[in-house]
Nanobody, 117 residues
Framework: QVQLVESGGGLVQPGGSLRLSCAASGFTLDEYVVGWFRQVPGKEREGVSCFSSSDGSTYYADSVKGRFTIVGDNAKNTVYLQMNSLKPEDTAVYYC??????????WGQGTQVTVSS
């Protein structure tokens, strides 16, 4: 049974940093692409970043390039999203998902990120 558990969200001031964690079980990172998505109430869900352990490839949305970094730890079966230089527009519920980057089948419960002074 695939499970994804996010952690690391919270309140941070603009310009600050947070690291989100996605602990995966029921599969290994080299079996599925793991990604981060975010959603603001009333808006469509946005793909933020994806990581493929099988070939080391990564994807970043234009809005986060240069500020966010996605990393996978195969030993811990966990994917991290390091978020730096956070902006108020990064405020959203962040979801970890697995399977592929376009239409993942498996989702975590989400973690709230709020960027505000």
């Amino acid at each position: 049974q695939v499970q994804l558990v996010e952690s690391g969200g919270g309140l941070v001031q603009p310009g600050g940093s947070l690291r989100l964690s996605c602990a995966a079980s029921g599969f290994t990172l080299d079996e599925y692409v793991v990604g981060w998505f975010r959603q603001v109430p009333g808006k469509e869900r946005e793909g933020v970043s994806c990581f493929s352990s099988s070939d080391g490839s990564t994807y970043y949305a234009d809005s986060v390039k240069g500020r966010f970094t996605i990393v996978g730890d195969n030993a811990k079966n966990t994917v991290y999203l390091q978020m730096n230089s956070l902006k108020p527009e990064d405020t959203a519920v962040y979801y970890c998902a697995a399977d592929d980057c376009r239409a993942p089948r498996y989702w975590g419960q989400g973690t709230q990120v709020t960027v505000s002074s």
